[in-house]
């Protein structure tokens, strides 16, 4: 496809460009968030300014073309779009705001976004925005132009406008990952190039360069592959362990009240839930309920909801399971969480032992509090099941997480963690859950003891009583 631009005035060809088969998909693209992602030199930056001078075609529209940096933005991105977009469009173009006005009325601002204004972002009207190397934007900043598509533009005898949010990307894992390769959602369109594809408009001695690095090196710079692999040189779980939990997993056998259910309860089996408490805002809290027969998932969880009310969960779950013991961490919002748990949960509850420095002496708190210390041996403790075959994880969404699990030198992390735009809730959860079922920390775990006398604990012992007598008869 060649994209021709003709003087407004004489119709004379001003500029003429010959688009790749990539770059040919990602122009004529009309879905909501198209991104082009590829390895270096494949031809990113250029698509993306003749899609903005696509958009500012249409008169009266108003855009924003971004990056990170003020220098790069100028030095870079700024400079590709006035190398394509025709000088007769120009009505006029103000340094100090940033800003360009076309002759049809069109705007462009141009704006790096590393300290971009919320507010300036909220009183944004936009037909269109796009970001160059958005691997390097915050996720918050996208959120934010997101919301701000809604300007009303006419469109003549052009074809019905379409709001869009473009961008380019280097192959990287970050936020966009999970909208653009694990979700399956029409609005994010992703279109992948690699420095090949472009090699006949590049130096041979620069292709020569790039093809004596390390393969993967190559495999994220110049072939533009954008997948799990990237993680390999901080991943926690080994792929092979990875692939096996997706082979070995069962099918759920129904929902329940949000719940997921891979295997009823047994009445002669004991179960462990593990419990990730969040403030139920920015991340989901998570429940994982494990056999300790098996050492097999059997029901989980995941949502966002207040610590206080995730106890009513757990506590609803916990009875349904044998009253099964609970692992909940309770740093930060899992207090809270706890608090409400001793009130309403008549299972036991994990304790911890911990020294007193100033009674001189070890107590007993109960919850997993995570240090760096204890969380790579929690974490030890799941590989260890893994590299076995003693566990089966079944939920994809753990097994996902599984795969942007990485060493990290986040102080939140305490060493370990999810990558960037990513969460560990359902991965934590689950190695509470399989904490000690090994063996090998079997017998430094301690429990609350459950009420004996509780009116709703007595109901629970005749209820499982009737049940395992109904089942074997039946």
């Not at 809290?285 to 494990?290: C, K, M």
């Not at 079922?437 to 004996?452: A, H, I, N, R």
């Amino acid at each position: 496809m060649k994209i021709k631009y003709e003087n407004i005035e004489t119709g004379e060809i001003v500029n003429q460009i010959d688009l790749l088969s990539t770059q040919e998909k990602f122009f004529l693209s009309r879905s909501k968030f198209p991104l082009y992602s590829g390895g270096f030199g494949c031809g990113k930056s250029t698509i993306l300014v003749l899609k903005v001078i696509q958009h500012l075609t249409y008169p009266n529209n108003y855009g924003l073309l971004g990056r990170l940096k003020y220098r790069e933005l100028q030095d870079t991105t700024q400079q590709e779009f006035f190398k394509w977009c025709p000088q007769n469009y120009i009505r006029s173009y103000s340094k100090s705001q940033e800003r360009l006005y076309l002759k049809n009325g069109s705007q462009l601002i141009f704006r790096h976004l590393d300290n971009i204004a919320e507010n300036e972002i909220k009183s944004l009207n936009l037909g269109f925005f796009a970001i160059d190397q958005v691997e390097e934007i915050p996720e918050n900043v996208f959120l934010g132009l997101r919301g701000r598509l809604r300007r009303v533009v006419e469109h003549g005898n052009l074809p019905p406008y379409v709001h869009q949010g473009m961008m380019s990307c280097n192959p990287k894992l970050f936020w966009a990952f999970k909208l653009y390769r694990q979700q399956n959602d029409p609005d994010y369109e992703l279109f992948e190039s690699s420095t090949l594809e472009n090699k006949e408009n590049l130096p041979p001695s620069y292709i020569e360069n790039l093809l004596s690095y390390p393969e993967s090196w190559k495999r994220q710079f110049v072939y533009g592959i954008w997948d799990e692999s990237l993680l390999s040189d901080r991943a926690y779980f080994p792929v092979e362990y990875i692939q096996e939990q997706a082979q070995r997993s069962i099918k759920k056998i129904r929902d329940f009240e949000g719940f997921t259910i891979y295997r009823e309860v047994d009445f002669d089996d004991d179960y462990q839930i593990g419990i990730d408490p969040s403030e139920g805002v920015v991340d989901p809290s998570a429940i994982v309920v494990a056999s300790m027969r098996d050492s097999q998932v059997v029901a989980t969880w995941q949502g966002m909801i207040q610590p206080d009310m995730l106890a009513d969960k757990v506590a609803q779950i916990g009875r349904i399971y044998n009253n099964a013991k609970l692992v909940p961490e309770v740093n930060s919002m899992g207090i809270a969480t706890l608090v409400k748990l001793k009130q309403i949960y008549e299972g036991a509850i994990y304790k911890r032992e911990v020294f007193d420095t100033i009674q001189k002496k070890k107590i007993e708190k109960l919850g997993w509090k995570t240090s760096y210390a204890n969380k790579v041996l929690l974490f030890d403790n799941l590989l260890k099941l893994l590299r076995e075959n003693k566990v089966r994880i079944n939920d994809q969404r753990i097994i996902d997480e599984m795969k942007t699990f990485v060493w990290s030198d986040e102080s939140k992390a305490s060493g370990l963690g999810a990558t960037e735009g990513y969460h560990d809730d359902m991965i934590m959860a689950t190695a509470l859950a399989f904490w000690g079922l090994d063996g090998k920390f079997q017998d430094k775990m301690k429990y609350t003891e459950p009420p004996k006398n509780s009116i709703l604990g007595t109901l629970r012992e005749i209820q499982n009583k009737n049940s395992k007598q109904f089942i074997k008869k039946s």
